[in-house]
């Protein structure tokens, strides 16, 4: 069974961090490319980052940009999400995703084909 497993959410005070974490069990991810996600209820769910198979190609949303690091080590299987300097609207659950297709923006969730269940973060004094 194809699985994905983000960790490494919790509570932080702003101008703190986190890395998330995100496991493959079932396949390997070395042949994917993996997007980060987050969602706050009520609102859709956002385009946070992704990562080529290689890793030489990373992008991220303007909101993140300069405070956020994707990173890969293929051979652990997982991806990771550096997140520093972190602000009261960076709370959301955070889900990591993976798909081999192109044709659609990075950030956007269609592109994806395998999901995790998420992690909260949450940012407050």
């Known amino acids: 069974q194809l699985q994905l497993v983000e960790s490494g959410g919790g509570l932080v005070q702003p101008g703190g961090s986190l890395r998330l974490s995100c496991a493959a069990s079932?396949?390997?991810?070395?042949?994917?490319?993996i997007g980060w996600f987050r969602q706050v209820p009520g609102k859709e769910r956002e385009g946070v980052s992704y990562?080529?198979?290689?890793?030489?190609?990373?992008n991220y949303a303007d909101s993140v940009k300069g405070r956020f690091t994707i990173s890969r080590d293929n051979a652990k299987n997982t991806v990771y999400l550096q997140m520093d300097s972190l602000k009261p609207e960076d709370t959301a659950v955070y889900y990591c995703?993976?798909?081999?297709?192109?044709?659609?923006?990075?950030?956007?969730?269609?592109?994806?084909?395998?999901w995790g269940q998420g992690t909260q973060v949450t940012v407050s004094s």
């Open positions: 990562i080529g198979k290689s890793g030489n190609v990373r």
């Open positions: 995703a993976a798909t081999r297709r192109y044709g659609l923006p990075f950030n956007d969730p269609r592109r994806y084909d395998y």
């Open positions: 079932g396949f390997t991810l070395d042949t994917y490319v």
